[in-house]
């Protein structure tokens, strides 16, 4: 087995097996020491990437003691976010730093432009995208869960282990781990709302 193969199932194991990733997913982290400042350096520009859509996690759920966790995204002009979803025990919350992000929750669309906030609570369908010609970059703070590791694992480990085994992201193994990773973190999808939102605003 090749290293990044290794890699790539080890961290995969620790998600759907309960593993260290997974000790803090409801609650603070057990025995944590009390807070301890830290400092987050400036970054390069994040971009949208290859894909239209990209992620860097800024500050991780242990760092705050298993508070909250911020990571921060990239989508490209006239690009669709992630298909309409719930989360049962996550809030999120976003703050736009460049562009105007599009915001769906229930049946309500929100213009969210550059320096506004909006919160989205657990328990109500909701998803995001870019209407525009310019990029967005957005930071989404989540509390109750360390959901930094379910967008790590689902836009590069569970990505990256396909592409290393020669499989399609529609072969069965790869969806029985994306069917695992929501299971394990509480996310219901309703990718049959997608469409029309593509459709609506033109999106790829």
Not at 21 to 41: E, H, I, K, N, R
Not at 69 to 98: R, Y
Request: net charge neutral.
């Amino acid at each position: 087995m090749e290293r990044r193969d290794f890699l790539a199932s080890t961290a995969l194991a620790s998600l759907f097996m309960g593993g260290p990733l997974l000790a803090s997913a409801a609650q603070p982290l057990p025995g944590a020491d009390p807070l301890q400042p830290f400092y987050v350096p400036p970054a390069e520009p994040l971009t949208p990437g290859p894909t239209g859509l990209n992620i860097r996690t800024r500050v991780r759920h242990g760092q705050t003691n298993g508070q909250f966790s911020c990571v921060e995204f990239a989508v490209a002009p006239k690009k669709m976010g992630p298909a309409p979803h719930l989360h049962k025990d996550l809030d999120e919350l976003m703050f736009v730093l460049e562009g105007t992000a599009m915001v769906l929750v229930g049946d309500t669309e929100y213009q969210v432009q550059a320096g506004g906030w909006h919160l989205r609570p657990r328990g109500i369908v909701h998803t995001f995208w870019n209407a525009t010609d310019k990029p967005v970059v957005a930071i989404d703070c989540y509390f109750q869960q360390p959901f930094e590791e379910y967008l790590e694992a689902s836009t590069k480990t569970i990505p990256e282990l396909a592409k290393s085994r020669g499989l399609a992201m529609n072969a069965p193994e790869i969806q029985a781990m994306y069917r695992d990773l929501h299971q394990k973190f509480g996310m219901v999808s309703f990718p049959e709302k997608r469409q029309a939102i593509v459709d609506k605003y033109q999106l790829r």
